[in-house]
């Protein structure tokens, strides 16, 4: 197996996470929130889509899927396009909403999508490429991508969890 097959693999363990965890939800339990300061399904799945959409989207030197594609008029939330989630209170959290959960699910199968595409063929050469020198050492592709991956799997598994609570099944 070559590296760019295990990065597909684990992109495909996230997408179907997602839509595990959003699965059977009402556009009102994708919004609870077990606490004031808690997040939400919608938001965990919104917010960890769009991370990816734009870390994936900047190291492939295209435009993120959110706008090329018109996922941020179909969501029509009140914050800029270009927002994805990092920072949030629980004030930009209760922004995020959306009534069916495929709207979720198809937003981030479409960056699912564009994901697979880029890491295709990605060699270990490729990996190597350094893709940001703000950090010590400067961050590769393939430590980016696996950025991505592990923050992915947090944010689902987190979206698990309280799909679990909001349903009483404790899954």
Do not use: C, K
């Not at 799945?45 to 492939?60: C, G, K, M």
């Not at 909403?97 to 199968?109: C, E, I, K």
């Amino acid at each position: 197996m070559h590296s760019a097959d295990l990065l597909a693999e684990a992109f495909d363990r996230v997408r179907q996470a997602v839509h595990e965890a959003v699965a059977g939800l009402t556009g009102d339990l994708l919004a609870e929130r077990p606490a004031a300061g808690a997040n939400s399904v919608a938001w965990l799945i919104w917010h960890l889509t769009r991370v990816r959409d734009d870390h994936v989207a900047d190291v492939a030197e295209r435009e993120q899927v959110w706008t090329a594609e018109g996922w941020a008029g179909r969501f029509g939330l009140a914050l800029p396009a270009s927002d994805t989630g990092y920072g949030h209170g629980p004030g930009e959290v209760a922004r995020v909403r959306v009534a069916d959960p495929a709207l979720l699910t198809g937003y981030h199968d479409a960056v699912h999508a564009a994901t697979r595409t880029h890491i295709r063929g990605l060699d270990d050469a490729a990996l190597d490429r350094v893709v940001d020198r703000g950090w010590t050492p400067p961050v590769t592709l393939g430590v980016r991508l696996i950025s991505v991956v592990s923050d992915d799997l947090q944010h689902a598994g987190q979206a698990a969890y309280l799909r679990g609570l909001l349903l009483g099944s404790g899954t």
